[in-house]
């Protein structure tokens, strides 16, 4: 098993910027990839950024590219979301997932896919 243990949510104002945490725990030899997804009020959860666990290979969605970082300290087995010029929209409960497969980039959103699941993180973004 992998437990996996979500930090650093909290109310921001438009324009800042706030990193989140996802601490791995457990079988963390079997993880493949850990990405990040969100859920809105009343929305579906959505893929937002992913990183392969051997190489650091980033992917992220069109809606954070170039204001969202995803990056790994190995050491300590945390994955950081460090997102910058935050928007009301990105308003969500943010969650990060584990998977052992080896998805393509491609597939990378299927929520299927992903075994392991933290609590999530509340993140609003005031206008």
């Known amino acids: 098993q992998v437990q996996l243990v979500e930090s650093g949510g909290g109310l921001v104002q438009t324009g800042d910027s706030l990193t989140l945490s996802c601490a791995a725990s457990g079988r963390i030899f079997s993880i493949y990839t850990m990405s990040w997804f969100r859920q809105a009020p009343g929305k579906e959860r959505e893929f937002v950024s992913a990183i392969r666990w051997f190489n650091n290979d980033s992917y992220y969605s069109d809606s954070v590219k170039g204001r969202f970082a995803i990056s790994r300290d190995s050491a300590q087995n945390i994955v950081f979301l460090q997102m910058n010029r935050l928007k009301p929209e990105d308003t969500a409960v943010y969650y990060c997932?584990?998977?052992?497969?080896?998805?393509?980039?491609?597939?990378?959103?299927?929520?299927?896919?992903?075994?392991?699941w933290g609590q999530g993180t509340q993140v609003t973004v005031s206008s």
């Open positions: 997932a584990a998977t052992k497969k080896a998805t393509t980039p491609s597939v990378l959103h299927r929520e299927s896919d992903y075994v392991h």
